[in-house]
């Protein structure tokens, strides 16, 4: 199986800056892509940001311009660094990967975190 811990979110104004980790643990052979999602209250979980293993992002146009997702292999670890937050970024952000584990090599499998809150006030 496969852990993922979250950290990195909290409060900021709005103009500010957070950046969000992500660690990936357990039996994994290969991650193919690391994602981050949101979901806001009364909102469908919706697509930040994913980055797949050739490095290939890609974008909400709501973040476009303001947020970069990045991963380090060797640590399995994904990042989300957000810059000119706004009221609307408010949620709880997901990690999320889709990885090829040991135990069922030819089956990719995909994963979440916990969640972490981020909120930006105005």
């Known amino acids: 199986q496969v852990q993922l811990v979250e950290s990195g979110g909290g409060l900021v104004q709005a103009g500010g800056s957070l950046r969000l980790s992500c660690v990936a643990s357990?039996?994994?052979?290969?991650?193919?892509?690391m994602a981050w999602y949101r979901q806001a209250p009364g909102k469908q979980r919706e697509l930040v940001a994913q980055v797949t293993t050739g490095d290939s992002t890609n974008y909400a146009d709501s973040v476009k311009g303001r947020f970069t997702i990045s991963r380090d292999n060797a640590k399995n670890t994904v990042y989300l660094q957000m810059n000119s937050l706004k009221p609307e970024d408010t949620a709880v952000y997901y990690c999320?990967?889709?990885?090829?584990?040991?135990?069922?090599?030819?089956?990719?499998?995909?994963?979440w975190g916990q969640g972490t809150q981020v909120t930006v006030s105005s």
């Open positions: 357990g039996s994994i052979v290969r991650i193919n892509v």
């Open positions: 999320y990967v889709r990885v090829v584990i040991s135990t069922t090599p030819g089956l990719p499998r995909q994963y």
